[in-house]
């Protein structure tokens, strides 16, 4: 799927991972994007060129790789999607964890940031206006 930023999914992948790793570390290394993508690292290397090339990361070989600040950007664009799917996922069709995250992260690449903020608002609906506490999981089929 081609994002209006250009990125394919991947890529978008690479960026939100560059970001969580350096949230989590401070700092984010080929190794360990390669684990977090479960790719080998010559595929990481070859991302990360590619991103350097559109000005996104800011890499050299044996290196921590950064963010640039238009990287860190999308980054930052990525991720809130994923976040805002996940609370919907859960919240509003009730889907355990792992499903919701697994789901989230496929969906993230296909949708622009507009719809996302559409789902968070609905999110957001959903959360004022279930005073009952009722997950949708907990709605039987029979009408």
Same mark, same amino acid.
């Given at each position: 799927m081609h994002q209006q930023n250009g990125l394919s999914p991947s890529m978008e992948d690479y960026l939100e991972t560059i970001l969580l790793l350096e949230k989590k570390n401070r700092v984010a290394r080929v190794k360990d994007i390669a684990h977090e993508l479960s790719v080998q690292m010559p595929a990481v290397t070859g991302a990360l060129k590619n991103l350097r090339n559109r000005a996104l990361v800011e890499y050299e070989k044996?290196?921590?790789?950064? =963010? /640039?600040?238009?990287?860190?950007?999308?980054?930052?664009?990525?991720?809130?999607?994923?976040?805002?799917?996940?609370?919907?996922? +859960?919240?509003? =069709?009730? =889907?355990e964890g792992d499903s919701a995250e697994q789901q989230a992260?496929?969906?993230?690449?296909?949708?622009?940031?507009?719809?996302?903020?559409?789902?968070? +608002? =609905? /999110?957001?609906?959903? +959360?004022?206006?279930? +005073?009952?506490?009722?997950?949708?999981?907990?709605?039987?089929?029979?009408a």
């Open positions: 044996n290196s921590f790789i950064n =963010l /640039t600040p238009k990287g860190l950007t999308l980054a930052r664009e990525v991720f809130r999607r994923h976040e805002i799917l996940v609370d919907f996922f +859960k919240l509003g =069709l009730g =889907l992260c496929q969906i993230e690449h296909a949708i622009n940031q507009d719809t996302a903020e559409r789902f968070s +608002k =609905l /999110t957001r609906w959903i +959360k004022e206006n279930n +005073k009952r506490s009722i997950s949708p999981g907990d709605i039987s089929d029979e």
